[in-house]
């Protein structure tokens, strides 16, 4: 793998690389988000695959693509699909290909869950949780943790990290934690760009309220190009940030993993 040069809007394969879902309602979400990361750069070429489950493969799709490559995870933090599988899977068949960094902790995110956040119905008294897939990797814990931190800042209040399956705490002491406080409600951030197996997990858990994933969100769609554009070594990529920030409404204040 190597880092691609810097090309124009119609030229190289931008890959959006997603782990695979059995759930149709999550390929339905992961097909409209790639549809707003075409529309943001019209006439480049985006092709979304998978590293299991769904199809097409990423294994699959790779060798035929004109090049240069860029895949980006649709992943929120590291673990081993970012690591460890999404590389073997480049390195086998397009080892020329750039593998940018996942998706999170990143302030479009938060922005992203703001707005979840808000539609759900957040109230200045609720306590809030941001609830992930997990993973046994502490490095991809602790950017879920750094995820929480970003959220904590732009809502003004603790938010705690908990996992739905590896790391702790788990989703049901983290909700216990928070209910032993003052809030009259807790809810929960889902921490997923999908529906599938880990929000059906979140939904059951006993929240008073649980926001829906990240879904096809546009600054979701900003922050993919911006890893690409980071990974490429282009200029675009404070643009793209830039502009999907200003284009957002909401005061600073409103109240990865993938399945």
Do not use: C
Not at 112 to 141: E, I, M, N, Q
Not at 155 to 183: C, H, I, K, Q, Y
């Amino acid at each position: 793998m190597t880092f691609a040069r810097p090309y124009g809007r119609r030229q190289g394969t931008l890959v959006i690389a997603a782990h695979g879902t059995r759930s149709a309602a999550g390929e339905r979400t992961l097909a409209r988000l790639a549809d707003a990361v075409r529309h943001l750069r019209e006439g480049s070429r985006v092709e979304l695959a998978y590293l299991e489950i769904s199809q097409p493969l990423l294994a699959d799709v790779l060798p035929d693509l004109p090049g240069p490559v860029t895949v980006v995870p649709l992943l929120l933090a590291g673990g081993y699909h970012v690591h460890i599988d999404l590389p073997n899977v480049v390195a086998a068949t397009r080892p020329d290909a750039t593998v940018t960094a996942p998706l999170g902790p990143h302030p479009l995110l938060t922005r992203a869950l703001v707005r979840r956040l808000t539609r759900a119905g957040l109230r200045a008294t609720d306590a809030v949780v941001l609830a992930a897939a997990g993973s046994s990797d502490p490095a991809a814990l602790s950017d879920v943790r750094s995820a929480a931190r970003l959220l904590a800042v732009r809502l003004s209040r603790p938010v705690t990290a908990a996992f739905a399956a590896g790391g702790s705490p788990a989703v049901n002491e983290g909700l216990d934690r928070m209910r032993r406080g003052p809030a009259p409600r807790v809810v929960l951030a889902s921490y997923l760009i999908a529906p599938g197996f880990f929000h059906d997990k979140l939904v059951s858990a006993g929240a008073d309220v649980v926001t829906e994933p990240i879904g096809a969100d546009p600054d979701l769609a900003a922050l993919v190009w911006a890893r690409h554009d980071q990974a490429a070594g282009s200029s675009l990529s404070s643009f793209t940030i830039s502009s999907a920030l200003a284009s957002r409404e909401g005061p600073a204040s409103a109240p990865t993993n993938i399945s």
